[in-house]
């Protein structure tokens, strides 16, 4: 009854979808322009009426039987916090409170009779008390707290020999500048609904690279990995891990050809360095579906798939959400 529930919901996704390559293909028809020009970007049309339609309608996954228990809770650096939520004062019944963190929107979902906040913690946080912030539409500010545990991860020393990859060119940093504007608008893209409760490993290979690795490019220290490497032969398929829906695709200096898929309430997957990519934005991509392959397009070192979850615009340990810590192997 319950799955059935969830199953619903997602077919709510797909009318959505349908309805808005409708209206996008009329769009077509009736307006000279067939993009939107959101900050200097096109966006397509049925990216954006897809992820309106979403959020309109009724709320059927929340309802379900907690389709976010895949999600697995580690309250470290990199980890993912659930923060359940005192059922007195924020019951099931009221509309879900608004949960921010750091000024960023916290997805919230139904866990039993109250609300979970699901917080993706940056590796860059430090252990101890922090506080969630709360509000509702006719009540007063709440803060909730809860403890982020101390993690250590692994240091890793590569050598890059193209060093304008290391250090950029002036000419390379406004292209790198204006990347990064990008991705933090993609990175706020959120469909209002889970639109899974399931992830698969994205590629047959093997971790090359863990999660959360202290790394130096060439002796000089760079941001800790904020996903994991799978190396594969280039070429090797790359599979949507889980239902959602395609927000963004782009060549980018340090991650080569990229995609990134929302999965609902911000919960995010990016992938880099393919050597081709077959979906577009505004796609809607089914579990198992081929998105592209890999390649070694960008900074690399090798062919492989960098693969990145991200929960409220915050890269967090894909281990979280997959139901094994391998990738399966590759076919001999
Ligand atoms: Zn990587």
Redesign the pocket.
Known sequence: MQVKAFKLNLSYLRLAQALAETLSNHAKGVLAMKTLNISGRHVPWSLWVAICIITLLPIHASQAAEPSAFIESSSVPGGIARVALDAQKFPVSAAAPYVTWNGRAIATMRQADTYVALVGIPLSTAAGKHTLSLSTTNEAAETVDFTVDSKRYEEQRLVIKNKRKVNPAPIDMERINRENKRLKEVKSYRADRLLTDQFDWPLKGIVS?PFGLKRFYNDQPRRP?G?I?IAAPEGTPIMAPADGVVVDTGEYFFNGNSVFIEHGLGLQTFYAHMSRIDVKAGDRVTRGQIIGAVGQTGRVTGPHL?WSVGLNATWVNPLLVLPTDMPPPADP
């Open positions: 690279s990995h996903g490497d960098h």
